[in-house]
């Protein structure tokens, strides 16, 4: 399950970068979680010919990755910013409840973007 998330994931960020045709079969099989057999029914080609363009896809979202950073960036991002928000949520045990309480919507905020 954790290979389909990222997959899913990297597509989010450099799926506009694939081709047409790339996409559409990528999305069918990640996202719609159709089978091989389903696609290549549905697109009239091969078993083999459908396997070959999501190992493409796949290769090719992988490498925007290994070149662009984007997504490892975006994790951590999300990380610290939980981090922050768990800290903030701490603090609001503390005397300065009013800050505390404004960090926690703002964490809240990012968190429900990302």
């Given at each position: 399950?954790?290979?389909?998330?990222?997959?899913?994931m990297l597509y989010?960020f450099?799926?506009?970068l694939?081709?047409?045709?790339?996409?559409?079969?990528f999305?069918n099989?990640v996202?719609?979680?159709?089978?091989?057999?389903e696609i290549?029914?549905?697109r009239?080609i091969?078993?083999?010919?459908?396997y070959?363009?999501?190992?493409r896809?796949d290769?090719?979202?992988?490498?925007?990755?290994?070149k662009?950073?984007?997504?490892?960036k975006?994790?951590?991002?999300k990380e610290?910013?939980?981090r922050?928000?768990i800290?903030?949520?701490?603090l609001?045990?503390s005397?300065d409840?009013?800050?505390?309480?404004q960090?926690?919507?703002?964490?809240?905020?990012?968190?429900?973007?990302l």
């Open positions: 399950m954790e290979k389909i998330f990222e997959q899913a989010d450099y799926g506009e694939l081709k047409d045709n790339q996409k559409e079969v999305e099989y996202l719609d979680n159709l089978s091989l057999s290549a029914e549905e009239n091969s078993r083999q010919a459908v070959d363009m999501i190992k896809a290769r090719a979202l992988n490498e925007y990755e290994d662009l950073h984007l997504l490892e975006f994790l951590t991002i610290d910013v939980n922050i928000h800290i903030s949520k701490q609001t045990d005397r409840r009013e800050l505390a309480t960090i926690v919507s703002i964490t809240d905020k990012i968190l429900d973007e």
